[in-house]
C-alpha cells in the first residue's frame, strides 16, 4: 500500500499530538443475505506489509498471505453481530457496534488510543479520540489492514457453516446475494444464518433451521 505524504503528515501529526496506539477499524458482511457482520480493529507496528490494500482489491489466495503478515506485525481485535441481532437493529447499527466490540476487544491488549475508522460514522460510545474517514480502507493502512483481518475472518466462518447449510452454497459466495444464493433461497427458503429483516430473505420465508452460532470458537 503506497502510503501517501498527506497520509505520514497525518499520522505524524497524530503522534506529535501525544496518541500513541493509532488503530484503524473496518466491518465486512454489511450488504449479504445471511451470516455475521464482522469487525476487526487493527494496531501496526510496522506498515512494511507487502500487498496491503483494501481488502475488495486483494485477491482472495493473496489475502490469507496479507492477513498472516498483518499478525506477525500487529495487535488485532475482533467484533460481531449475529443474524438475530441484525434483524433487530437497522445494518448501520449493526456495524458501528461490530466495529466498537472490535476496538475494546483490542482495547484488552493495547491502551488504544485513537481510532480511525472506515466510513462516515464515528463509534458511539467509545469514549476514546476518533475519526470516521470516507474510503478510509484505501487511505489508512491501520484501516486497510483491519479490513483485511475482517474479510479473512468472515469468509473463513461462512465457509465454515456450509458443512451444516450445504443446500445455500455458502463455501462460494459466504452469503452474499449472489444467484446461486437466490435460487436456493427459492428451493428451500432461508435458514437461521439468513437476516430475516432483509426484504430478498422475507421474499421466501418458509421453516427455518436451527441457528449454529460458531463465531465465538472461530474469532
Do not use: W
Amino acid at each position: 500500500m503506497n502510503i501517501t505524504s498527506k497520509i505520514r503528515y497525518k499520522l505524524s501529526k497524530l503522534k506529535k499530538q501525544g496518541f500513541t496506539y493509532i488503530v484503524g477499524v473496518d466491518s465486512v458482511g454489511d450488504g449479504a443475505l445471511a451470516g455475521p457482520i464482522i469487525a476487526s480493529a487493527v494496531y501496526l507496528q510496522d506498515f512494511k506489509i507487502s500487498k496491503l490494500d483494501d481488502s475488495k482489491k486483494i485477491p482472495s489466495n493473496i489475502r490469507d498471505i496479507v492477513a498472516k503478515s498483518i499478525v506477525q506485525k500487529g495487535y488485532i481485535g475482533l467484533g460481531a453481530v449475529d443474524p438475530p441481532e441484525i434483524a433487530k437493529e437497522n445494518i448501520l447499527q449493526a456495524s458501528l457496534k461490530a466495529m466498537l466490540l472490535a476496538v475494546l476487544d483490542l482495547k484488552n491488549h493495547i491502551s488504544v488510543d485513537y481510532v480511525l475508522i472506515d466510513g462516515r460514522f464515528e463509534l458511539p460510545g467509545l469514549g476514546i479520540s476518533q475519526e470516521a474517514i470516507i474510503k478510509g480502507d484505501s487511505l489508512f493502512p491501520q484501516i486497510a489492514a483491519a479490513s483485511v483481518i475482517a474479510k479473512v475472518t468472515r469468509d473463513k466462518l461462512m465457509q465454515s457453516y456450509h458443512k451444516y447449510y450445504p443446500d445455500y452454497g455458502f463455501d462460494a459466495h459466504v452469503g452474499y446475494g449472489t444467484k446461486k444464493h437466490i435460487d436456493a433461497l427459492k428451493r428451500h427458503g432461508p435458514c437461521n444464518l439468513h437476516r430475516m429483516n432483509f426484504e430478498k430473505v422475507q421474499k421466501y420465508m418458509r421453516d427455518s433451521l436451527p441457528y449454529d452460532s460458531e463465531i465465538s470458537s472461530i474469532i
